[in-house]
């Protein structure tokens, strides 16, 4: 969506109220006069999140292309690996009466699907900290050929196979008290840290019926920790050492909320709405899918954290972005 296209969509009334958004960050770059926080907690209740929605979309087409290629894996399984996740923003109760978490805390979740190549959020979304992550999972649309990667929490055997009818494929870790029979064993690379490799099917009426296909059980140890994982996937193909090293891919999306976290100043709200709270989060993952179109697109080689700590320095410098970062 161009700028033009937005302007032609919204009024004169509702891009004021845009320009606003920018203002909370203003004395951090040099202003001397503070913004007062009634001004910014009134715009942010008025103005809708969807805009920054909208344009996040928008972002998000333009960032893909530009890291494709970029992960190994990806680029040998020819195809996309995504990390699915959520993380939880707390809130204060007596100021966030409608974000509802347990008796003393207030909270919302965020639920992102993360393309691994360049981190890119392709989806988002917020919601009431108390809701059910695996919930979420009935949002996504699943692409064949495409790897899915799943915390233990999202194990959900109904669901698990509706990714199987989707001919996508999912890395998850099994849990502790997975009642199964084993079909089929395959030779397994202790090397590599396989101990083993296994076709299993479920027990139990239900879970049977849930999920009645086959599914492959890999033990797994890791040398440096010593600790042992259980995954369970729905791909008979790959190596058991490469369905390990795709489970690894999924502590990107940790990565990911920690560096929104730390800076993009998303603990602090200017105002106490559920619009104001959605607003804010979409704008600091419209920031972030900037930035890294930014530096992508400028060649520019220092990390991502360092260099929108010299933007947010330099935002009102007459200096060509590229100039920033040289020496």
């Known amino acids: 969506m161009s700028f033009a296209q937005f302007c032609g969509r919204e009024s004169l009334r509702d891009i004021a109220y845009c320009l606003r958004a920018f203002q909370s960050n203003l004395y951090h770059c040099g202003i001397s006069s503070r913004i007062a926080r009634s001004t910014l907690a009134q715009a942010n209740a008025n103005r809708s999140w969807k805009i920054y ?5 928008s972002l998000i087409q333009t960032a893909l292309p530009l890291y494709k290629g970029e992960n190994t894996i990806a680029k040998k399984l020819k195809t996309v690996i ?3 996740d959520s993380t939880t923003i707390d809130l204060c109760l007596e100021l966030f009466e409608w974000a509802t978490f347990r008796s003393t805390k207030a909270g919302v979740k965020v639920h992102v699907l993360l393309n691994i190549e360049g ?30 990667l799943l915390d233990r929490g999202y194990v959900d055997y109904q669901r698990l196979y509706h990714l199987e009818q989707r001919k996508a494929f999912f890395v998850t870790r099994a849990k502790e008290n ?20 296994q076709s299993v099917q479920l027990k139990g009426y239900y879970a049977l019926k849930d999920y009645p296909a086959l599914m492959r059980r890999i033990k797994y140890k ?5 600790k042992v994982l259980v995954f ?3 791909n008979f193909v790959l190596k058991a050492a490469t369905v390990a090293r795709l489970y690894q891919q999924r502590w990107q999306v940790e990565l990911f909320f920690k560096w929104i976290k730390q800076h993009l100043r998303i603990k602090r709200f200017y105002g106490n709405t559920d619009n104001a709270v959605r607003l804010q989060i979409w704008i ?5 899918l900037i930035a890294a179109i930014v530096k992508k697109q400028m060649n520019i080689e220092v990390p991502l954290s360092q260099m929108m700590q010299v933007l947010s320095l330099s ?3 007459r200096v060509p972005i590229k100039e920033l970062f040289i020496n």
């Open 284 to 288: 600091a993952v419209c920031d972030y």
């Open 232 to 234: 369970l996937t729905n």
């Open 119 to 148: 981190a890119i959020p392709e989806f988002v979304r917020i919601t009431e900290a108390i809701s059910s992550d695996v919930l979420l999972l009935d949002e996504l649309t699943y692409k064949a050929g495409c790897y899915y």
């Open 53 to 57: 929605a909208d344009l996040a979309q």
């Open 315 to 317: 935002l009102f410098e």
């Open 178 to 197: 997975m009642a199964y029979r084993v079909v089929s064993k395959r030779v397994a690379d202790k090397n590599s840290g396989i101990r083993k490799d």
């Open 222 to 226: 890791d040398k440096a920790t010593g």
């Open 82 to 84: 995504y990390a699915f």
